[in-house]
Antibody, heavy 117, light 107 residues
Framework: QVKLVQSGAEVKKPGASVKVSCKASGYAFRNYGIVWVRQAPGQGLEWMGWISTDNGDTNEPQRIRDRLTMTTDRSEGTVYMELRSLRSVDTAIYYC??????????WGQGTLVTVSS | VMTQSPATLSLSPGERATLSCRASQSTGTNLAWYQQKPGQAPRLLIYAASTRATGIPARFSGSGSGTDFTLTISSLQSDDFAVYYCQQYNTWPPALSFGGGTKVEIK
């Protein structure tokens, strides 16, 4: 069955970087892109970006483009999301999801990233 | 920008729920709906505005196109009380935008 398993919770200081992994299994990895979505405490869902697992192309909102890097390791079936220059407002649960062209049909379990001094 | 209304819907089990989602510009039928319960990841309900995802009960239905969309739950079950999000997307490269959510709570 399709599974997306994310790395564990992180606590970071302001200004630091965090790297979250998302390991996919149960399907042809290169056939589906991966999206990242975050959710601040008590808030709604916010799209962070998309990466092609086939060729590594990415797309992300302008507001976060200079702080976000998404990469893929096709040999491991894993996607990584690195966010730099962390601020307290980046405290959130970060989800990866399989993008099936029309929707996010499978989601990871989420990774809590806490930014605190 | 996606705008959902109402922010909260208070209903009793067995009642019909009607949730709205409005896009600031036409998105065709590039619209999905998700359900999220506390402490869980979102779950896909509807894609392409009106197609139920695998395993989603028939009481969930989606409609609309262009800028106005609706998610209807025909008869609320206890398991349906949750937060619902709409999500619009651009086809290429993929770019997503979520609405602010509608919480369906027990009256």
């Amino acid at each position: 069955q399709v599974k997306l398993v994310q790395s564990g919770a992180e606590v970071k200081k302001p200004g630091a970087s965090v790297k979250v992994s998302c390991k996919a299994s149960g399907y042809a990895f290169r056939n589906y892109g991966i999206v990242w979505v975050r959710q601040a405490p008590g808030q709604g869902l916010e799209w962070m970006g998309w990466i092609s697992t086939d060729n590594g192309d990415t797309n992300e909102p302008q507001r976060i483009r200079d702080r976000l890097t998404m990469t893929t390791d096709r040999s491991e079936g894993t996607v990584y999301m690195e966010l730099r220059s962390l601020r307290s407002v980046d405290t959130a649960i970060y989800y990866c999801g399989r993008w099936n062209v029309r929707a996010v049909d499978y989601w990871g379990q989420g990774t809590l990233v806490t930014v605190s001094s | 920008v996606m705008t959902q209304s109402p922010a909260t819907l208070s209903l009793s089990p067995g009642e019909r729920a009607t949730l709205s989602c409005r896009a600031s510009q036409s998105t065709g039928t590039n619209l999905a709906w998700y359900q999220q319960k506390p402490g869980q990841a979102p779950r896909l309900l509807i894609y392409a505005a009106s197609t139920r995802a695998t395993g989603i009960p028939a009481r969930f239905s989606g409609s609309g196109s262009g800028t106005d969309f609706t998610l209807t739950i025909s008869s609320l079950q206890s398991d349906d009380f949750a937060v619902y999000y709409c999500q619009q997307y651009n086809t290429w490269p993929p770019a997503l935008s979520f609405g602010g959510g509608t919480k369906v709570e027990i009256k």
